[in-house]
């Protein structure tokens, strides 16, 4: 029905970047909003970062002023350019779509499932 495919996680360095993608294919009316979500080892899911089809972000607290997100609604491509990064950045990322898939039902979350960020020297 709908996919969603990250992709962009690795190993970086304390203070380098990173740019994840995620990519949302198959029976697509309108993408209402995209979002990345993290969950490090022992802890619970944390979003990161939303944005509406419109452009608007948010940014949970820890990431405000080194993390983008970035919408690209003719390829329903959300993108999660990451700055400044520390070792607590470390986490599963996992995309999230809140998707019609026809003009006819409300907006349905899909997940992708996930792309491995390592900050470490």
């Known amino acids: 029905q709908v996919q969603l495919v990250e992709s962009g996680g690795g190993l970086v360095q304390p203070g380098g970047s990173l740019r994840l993608s995620c990519l949302a294919s198959?029976?697509?009316?309108?993408?209402?909003?995209m979002a990345w979500y993290r969950q490090a080892p022992g802890q619970q899911r944390e979003l990161v970062a939303t944005?509406?089809?419109?452009?608007?972000?948010t940014y949970v607290d820890s990431v405000k002023g080194r993390f983008t997100i970035s919408l690209d609604n003719a390829k329903n491509t959300v993108y999660l350019q990451m700055n400044s990064l520390k070792p607590e950045d470390t986490a599963i990322y996992s995309c999230?779509?809140?998707?019609?898939?026809?003009?006819?039902?409300?907006?349905?979350?899909?997940w992708g499932k996930g792309t491995l960020v390592t900050v470490s020297s």
């Open positions: 198959g029976s697509i009316f309108r993408v209402s909003s």
């Open positions: 944005i509406k089809n419109d452009g608007t972000p």
């Open positions: 999230n779509a809140r998707i019609m898939v026809t003009m006819f039902r409300n907006p349905v979350d899909f």
